[in-house]
């Protein structure tokens, strides 16, 4: 964390928001920030209608408007949550996220990543995530 904190310092901004043009050392910060910009909101409150750019609201808004308090071990992980960052599709598996990506979003850079930092294009069931070419 004091690295990733350490980096928010730099003058120069590797990841820039093809929107607005702010410029972030991060790839998670400039991930969060192109919500504001999409709409996308994955984080759903269960109580009521209202949804949330960052998990961090959501528990917030749970706290202060139905009086939900979480109660985190210190350093213990939640729940990752995958969220198509194109359509708001969310997922709590990344297989389940990565057929998603495959299926509706096919040219996404997200897929090309996996599939060069991938050798074998199986999930652990077996099952053929991506076509073999012919």
Same mark, same amino acid.
């Given at each position: %964390? ?21 410029? *972030? ?8 920030? %192109?919500?504001?910009?999409?709409? +996308? ?10 949804? *949330? ?11 202060? !408007? ?14 990752? !949550? ?5 359509? #708001? *599709?969310?997922?709590?598996? #990344? ?5 998603? +990506?495959?299926?509706?979003?096919? %040219? ?12 074998? *294009?199986?999930?652990?069931?077996? %099952? ?7």
């Amino acid at each position: %964390m004091l690295t990733r904190h350490l980096k928010s310092h730099s003058v120069v901004k590797r990841h820039v928001c093809r929107f607005c043009g702010k410029g *972030f050392n991060d790839t998670f910060d400039l991930k969060r920030h %192109m919500r504001t910009h999409t709409g +996308i909101r994955p984080y759903k409150c269960d109580l009521c209608e209202k949804a *949330f750019t960052q998990r961090c609201s959501l528990e917030s808004h749970l706290k202060k !408007i139905h009086n939900v308090h979480q109660n985190y071990a210190y350093r213990e992980r939640r729940a990752k !949550i995958f969220v198509c960052e194109e359509c #708001g *599709f969310t997922a709590n598996q #990344g297989d389940t996220y990565l057929l998603h +990506i495959r299926d509706h979003h096919p %040219m996404s850079p997200v897929l090309c990543k996996y599939l060069r930092k991938h050798t074998s *294009f199986q999930n652990k069931t077996g %099952m053929l995530l991506f076509p073999r070419p012919v």
